[in-house]
């Protein structure tokens, strides 16, 4: 039988989603957590992997069982087995071919600034002082939408097929001290979020135009775009299914 996970995460103290060997991963953290209250071998697929440091407000993962599961009972009884900064909200019963990561239809992510210094954000947002035109951020992230080939924004050396991506909606929005990037896809690449706010960090700061952005994407060089920004402003915020 198969059960996806429904679950958050803060990544401060996490070397990413992934089992490494020698560090702290959210996959061991849950595995052991399973394993234990299920008294039996479990090893949860992601539906993604967040490098290090990187936060989910919503993240999907799977598991197989060969027995049938009070569900409520064990999200209860693992909330109160795990760290703190891990919170389980449901375990649900799918199909034996259900797929977190493969039937991901849409993945959403947010990366947060915070334009006046504050030590209760510190490792939730990155604190970024410097007067951008946000106006003009969202003109370039528009230009996100007429493209799929995001090669620039890639992490080099990553062994995909294709760096193809269709992204649905990518914009800012400014409330007060805050300044949020929001952007949704079928896909991302490895480093993608956090290059494409660097870039478009560079557009506001009036560094490039409009017209660089077109040739960085064009130019398919990760070197010619924008500096990657810290992974503790990188939220997943969301993950769409047909069948969820």
């Known amino acids: 039988m198969r059960y996806f996970i429904q679950f958050a995460y803060n990544g401060t103290h996490y070397h990413g989603w992934q089992f490494q060997p020698n560090a702290s991963s959210v996959q061991e953290t849950l595995n052991k957590a399973f394993s234990v209250l ?8 992601g539906a993604g ?58 993945r959403t992510y947010e990366y947060h600034i915070n334009t006046v210094k504050n030590p209760f954000l510190e490792e939730l947002s ?18 996100l939408l007429n493209h799929t080939d995001f090669q620039c ?3 080099v050396n990553t062994d995909v097929n294709t760096f193809d991506c269709t992204i649905f909606e990518a914009y800012w929005k400014q409330e007060n001290n805050k300044l949020v990037f929001t952007i949704s896809a079928n896909r991302f690449l490895r480093n993608m979020v956090r290059a494409i706010v660097g870039t478009l960090i560079n557009v506001g700061l009036h560094k490039i135009s409009l017209s660089d952005v077109e040739s960085i994407i064009a130019s398919k060089s990760r070197e010619k775009a924008g500096f990657s920004v810290p992974a503790h402003g990188l939220y997943l915020t969301k993950i769409d299914y047909d069948y969820l």
Not at 38 to 45: D, F, G, H, K, R
């Open 49 to 106: 992997r967040t490098d290090t440091g990187v936060h989910a407000t919503e993240m999907y993962g799977h598991f197989d069982f060969d027995a049938s599961i009070d569900t409520q009972n064990l999200v209860h009884k693992l909330n109160s087995y795990l760290p703190k900064d891990i919170a389980l909200f449901d375990i649900i019963l799918v199909h034996d071919d259900a797929h977190c990561r493969f039937d991901a239809r849409k």
């Open 126 to 143: 990155w604190y970024f002082n410097q007067k951008l035109d946000v106006a003009l951020m969202n003109k370039a992230a528009k230009i």
């Open 153 to 155: 924004f890639s992490k």
């Open 38 to 45: 299920l008294n039996a071998p479990i090893n949860i697929m």
